[in-house]
């Protein structure tokens, strides 16, 4: 007998603007002039953070961070499709999207200081903390929405991902469970080509990463990651899709990590100069700033006041983390578990004394 | 009062804590249609329906991780996990995940959440089904770790379990699960998390022990009473983290002697730590050196040769001897 095609499968690419300035006026998404001014500003601010705290990490000031720098767009069109009601599961790149929900820079800047306070996200935001072990966030994510679909509440879960999380196991079940659940869930997978030093081409054999979410019986797209009119409008959409009970999306964005992995890496040992050079001229944010310009929403004269408007404001925040000394080592006992049994509670009066003498020394 | 084994007592937990409170909610491989693989969930997908009672993709950190999101928005999970021994896939999310949340956030999220597991040895199941890892768990700061040792507990326990702020390792002991049966009353009763339990009070010695191997234990004990006529304080755990030391100490105290007796490997099991707090807060009090009575530094063996590794009645009879005749 003959095989028969029991299935067969198409994997979509979406672009709104390209590397060029040339725009689908059909995919444009409606938005405001306000609005796409504040997408461009949120990504000016990250972009500039980034700058900053790599500046504070070379001199001492700050920890170990991972850097977005190229990945803008991706974050900032996606969380911006987001409600205040929805939840937002990021990974350890996330500051852009942390930004466009509103986390305050100090928050971001003090958990680079080695201080949880930074992780206290503000209690009228649905957001996770940052999520440092790879892909262990999505199987959270799936929680949320299934507790959210129990529940009938009427809202979304974006969570965060990178190209080398797809290859870890947690990716599998989450993606397994929101696919058999149905749950109102979307993935957004920041693919910036590089798991530290390791190549995205070896992370999977498949063509793209959108076609893993066909597996799992849901809908996998790509999108020009740098474009953020193309993440937004694949975000909004596969958002729409979930709240109406369609289920999960994996979007796949194709972006660039134009830095360093982290502050402890080199790309020097395991990247070309000349790729690099090739990405530069996909910046998300001048790409974005032609198609301003274009609707007359740009010129030097507002760049110059955001810029200052963003170095005062990261400025600020900067100072106010560095002032913000005033905590007690001895109340990490204080959030192991709501009430402090009895042995925490004698060691936590073992480093008082600890602290305690220290101090009296310091002051002798 | 009807008596009933652990298995239907943990079952009528679940069932009169699901009834009381819309937020909990039961997930795991076979707990809802099958009824679990050892009927602990049984009759619940019937009487809560499949969004409250929900059967997984074989998955562990697929169930914990999923668990730990739900407890984040505000429902109270218990999942199963059908073996201890297959823990370890989801440790990661335990570790790294539930435990951490409320520091790492200082207390802007925690993980009120319930995993089940049925664990230990003697019940002559396949390979990676007879473990006591309970250690890996106890040293993890953030989780707490519950060990029933009988029906009732089982069920008082469990409901504390749930009722509680924060993540809870609840090990059932396969031993234990059908026999012995005990009087359950029908009302709800709880049991605090972090409060052992003097099975039966003596002078001459302090036994400490926890889950199925207190009944292997009070075995001995009797025995040493009818042969010796010695007096032995027996203490049920219960809560191995955290663990109620002040009950252990108060009792060295008194007694001036203590045996340990679990089924994990020795090294690094929680009697080394049990050990060590004795000598950091009794050592005047003793009369003899501390024995431990615990399963050996081995990978646990499949069941012809498993009764050679568990504790049994001869060896925690020998341990008793010993100390008390040092």
Redesign the interface.
């Known amino acids: 007998m003959p095989r028969k095609v029991l299935e067969s499968f198409n994997v979509s690419y979406l672009q709104v603007l390209d590397a060029d300035g040339h725009l689908d006026r059909d995919l444009e998404p409606n938005l405001s002039p306000e609005a796409l001014r504040l997408l461009y500003r949120s990504m000016a601010l990250a972009r500039q953070l980034d700058l900053r705290m790599l500046s504070l990490q070379r001199q001492g000031r700050i920890g170990t961070f991972a850097p977005l720098m190229g990945q803008e767009a991706a974050q900032v069109g996606s969380a911006f499709a987001l409600e205040p009601t929805d939840w937002m599961v990021p990974g350890f790149r996330e500051a852009a999207a942390y930004i466009v929900r509103g986390l305050p820079l100090h928050s971001i800047l003090l958990y680079y200081m080695g201080r949880?306070?930074g992780?206290?996200?503000p209690?009228e935001q649905c957001d996770?903390?940052v999520n440092?072990?790879v892909a262990?966030q999505?199987?959270?994510?799936?929680?949320?929405?299934?507790?959210?679909k129990?529940?009938h509440d009427p809202c979304a879960i974006l969570a965060y991902l990178g190209d080398g999380a797809t290859s870890e196991?947690?990716f599998h079940?989450?993606c397994?469970?929101a696919g058999?659940f149905q749950l109102p869930v979307v993935f957004v997978c920041e693919n910036n080509q590089y798991a530290i030093s390791h190549p995205r081409s070896r992370q999977t054999r498949a063509r793209t990463l959108a076609q893993k979410a066909i597996a799992y019986g849901f809908d996998g797209l790509q999108v020009d990651g740098n474009d953020i009119l193309a993440v937004y409008v694949a975000t909004r959409d596969a958002l729409a899709r979930a709240k109406a009970g369609k289920g999960p999306t994996l979007i796949e964005c194709v972006t660039y990590r134009m830095g360093l992995h982290t502050t402890a890496d080199d790309p020097g040992r395991y990247r070309m100069k000349a790729e690099e050079e090739e990405w530069q001229k996909k910046d998300p944010i001048l790409r974005f700033r032609e198609y301003l310009k274009g609707k007359d929403l740009w010129d030097e004269t507002w760049q110059t006041q955001i810029d200052q408007e963003i170095d005062a404001e990261i400025r600020g925040a900067v100072e106010a983390a560095e002032a913000d000394r005033d905590f007690d080592p001895a109340d990490?006992f204080?959030?192991?578990?709501?009430t402090m049994?009895?042995?925490?509670q004698a060691q936590q009066a073992e480093l008082q004394a600890v602290l305690g003498g220290a101090k009296e020394v310091s002051h002798a | 009062m009807p008596k009933l084994t652990m298995v239907q007592a943990i079952n009528l937990g679940l069932r009169q804590e699901m009834a009381s409170d819309p937020d909990v909610v039961v997930l795991g491989e076979d707990v809802g249609v099958d009824g679990g693989v050892f009927r602990v969930t049984e009759g619940l997908l019937d009487q809560f329906g499949a969004d409250r009672v929900i059967d997984t993709p074989l998955a562990e950190a697929g169930i914990v991780g999923t668990s730990i999101g739900m407890a984040l928005y505000g429902l109270k999970p218990v999942c199963e996990i059908q073996f201890l021994g297959f823990c370890y896939q989801a440790f990661h999310q335990l570790k790294s995940h539930a435990s951490r949340f409320r520091s790492r956030s200082r207390g802007r999220y925690s993980c009120s959440m319930v995993l089940r597991a049925p664990y230990g040895g003697g019940i002559r199941a396949v390979e990676e089904h007879s473990e006591s890892t309970e250690g890996f768990f106890i040293h993890t700061p953030g989780l707490k770790v519950v060990v029933p040792s009988t029906p009732r507990l089982a069920r008082s326990l469990l409901v504390s379990a749930i009722r509680d702020p924060d993540p809870v390792i609840f090990l059932e002991p396969t031993r234990a699960y059908r026999s012995p049966r005990e009087e359950v009353p029908e009302d709800v009763e709880t049991f605090p998390l972090g409060m052992a339990r003097i099975v039966q009070e003596g002078d001459d010695l302090t036994l400490v022990t926890w889950g199925a191997m207190l009944h292997t234990c009070l075995q001995a004990v009797e025995q040493a009473q009818e042969e010796h006529g010695f007096h032995i304080e027996v203490i049920d755990l219960l809560t191995l983290s955290p663990a109620d030391m002040a009950t252990v100490i108060a009792s060295v105290q008194k007694t001036g002697r203590a045996v340990v007796v679990h089924e994990a490997p020795r090294t690094l099991g929680f009697g080394a730590e049990i050990v060590a707090r004795i000598n950091e807060e009794a050592l005047l009090s003793l009369e003899a050196p501390i024995r431990r009575v615990t399963g050996y530094d081995v990978p646990v063996p499949l069941y012809a040769r498993e009764s050679a590794y568990l504790p049994n009645e001869a060896r925690i009879l020998q341990a008793i001897e010993e100390t008390i005749h040092f």
């Open positions: 949880e306070e992780n206290k996200t209690d996770l903390p440092i072990p262990s999505l199987p959270h994510a799936v929680g949320i929405a299934m507790a959210a129990i529940r196991g947690d079940e989450a397994n469970f058999v990490m204080d959030y192991v578990f709501a049994p009895p042995h925490l």
